[in-house]
């Protein structure tokens, strides 16, 4: 009996080794990254927040600087870096590293957007007194309204009444004043009707480069039919490609049997640019898809279907 509990304890002696050895190797290294945040100064800068990203991109620890603008984060990642963020800072990135890291904060350059409409000439909005609302090429690509009467009906101020479905007729009242009242350029060209009245039927956002709201009078500059605002869009130009086309189009589709595809060609020279563009929409109305019927020859008539063919040449 007592043979037999010397041999399981020797087994157990010889067995234990290797699961520690197992157990040690098989747990993933961690790390400690610390160090102190700064200014350009050299002042602490407390309460920014300290983030490890490892090489996808993801984030495996963060926390928030002290009031002495230290940190300390462990990370079981080898290949990573440390983001700080900051309001009014640019970000600071550093790999990390088994020493003390010194990251310094640069303070960040003001931002402005820039209106041409308010003034007649380039000035930045804090300047110009105007409540104004601009859409850069970068906004027109994020938000994918086809249609300006969608854009605009988001915009502070504003509101769009449209008679039936898309394509239908469209007004818009800035103020609560009348549809009559806004001034609509294109490219400095006014589109106005005789007597002020515009209607946003057709007009989409395709091939635009820029597009400015202002709200408020501006009759001193645009007449008398700018009393409730003025909207500018701002075609795209074509680049210098040396004498060389350049191609795009687009296609794409959803529910309610919607299909949107535009298609451009643009270029320039020296001497001249151009950009030519064409774009097609078309939907079911609402009340076709209501009634429940089947989608077919007959519902198709029902369709409100519109097209906004536009075309710009600039020299």
């Known amino acids: 009996m007592y043979s037999r509990l010397r041999r399981l304890a020797a087994a157990c002696r010889l067995v234990a080794p290797a699961i520690l050895l197992f157990t040690v190797f098989a747990r993933p290294a961690s790390a400690?990254?610390?160090?102190?945040?700064?200014?350009?100064?050299g002042r602490v800068v407390p309460r920014a927040y300290v983030r490890v990203v490892d090489g996808s991109g993801a984030e495996s620890a963060a926390q928030f600087a002290d009031e002495l603008?230290?940190?300390?984060?462990?990370?079981?990642?080898?290949?990573?870096?440390?983001?700080?963020t900051l309001t009014g800072f640019?970000?600071?990135?550093?790999?990390?590293?088994?020493?003390?890291?010194?990251?310094?904060?640069?303070?960040?350059?003001?931002?402005?957007?820039?209106?041409?409409?308010?003034?007649?000439?380039?000035?930045p909005t804090s300047q110009v007194g105007a409540s104004a609302t601009v859409f850069t090429a970068q906004d027109l690509e994020r938000r994918r309204l086809p249609l300006l009467a969608d854009l605009l009906a988001g915009t502070p101020g504003a509101m769009v009444v449209r008679?039936?479905?898309?394509?239908?007729?469209?007004?818009?009242?800035?103020?609560?004043?009348?549809?009559?009242?806004?001034?609509?350029?294109?490219?400095?060209?006014?589109?106005?009707?005789?007597?002020?009245?515009?209607?946003?039927?057709?007009?989409?956002?395709?091939?635009?480069?820029?597009?400015?709201?202002l709200r408020g009078a501006y009759s001193s500059l645009f007449g008398s039919d700018a009393m409730g605002s003025v909207i500018q869009l701002f075609t795209r130009r074509g680049a210098s490609t040396g004498g060389r086309p350049h191609f795009s189009g687009?296609?794409?589709?959803?529910?309610?049997?919607?299909?949107?595809?535009?298609?451009?060609?643009?270029?320039?020279?020296?001497?001249?640019?151009?950009?030519?563009?064409?774009?097609?929409?078309?939907?079911?109305?609402?009340?076709?898809i209501r009634s429940g019927k089947p989608i077919g020859t007959e519902n198709k008539r029902e369709t409100a279907e519109w097209e906004a063919k536009k075309k710009s040449l600039g020299l």
Do not use: M
């Not at 400690?32 to 100064?41: K, L, R």
């Not at 350059?109 to 409409?117: A, G, N, Q």
């Open 32 to 41: 400690d990254v610390a160090g102190t945040i700064v200014d350009q100064s």
């Open 90 to 123: 640019q970000t600071a990135s550093a790999p990390c590293a088994a020493e003390p890291i010194r990251l310094v904060l640069r303070v960040a350059p003001i931002e402005e957007t820039t209106v041409v409409s308010a003034t007649r000439t380039e000035a």
């Open 250 to 288: 687009e296609i794409d589709g959803g529910t309610y049997d919607t299909f949107h595809g535009n298609a451009a060609v643009s270029g320039g020279s020296e001497r001249f640019d151009y950009n030519f563009g064409a774009v097609h929409l078309t939907r079911l109305e609402v009340e076709a």
């Open 69 to 84: 603008g230290r940190f300390a984060l462990k990370t079981a990642v080898g290949d990573c870096r440390i983001d700080v």
């Open 163 to 213: 008679s039936g479905a898309p394509g239908g007729l469209t007004s818009l009242f800035v103020r609560g004043g009348e549809s009559d009242y806004n001034k609509v350029l294109l490219d400095g060209v006014p589109l106005n009707e005789p007597g002020g009245a515009f209607y946003l039927n057709n007009l989409t956002t395709e091939n635009l480069e820029r597009i400015e709201i």
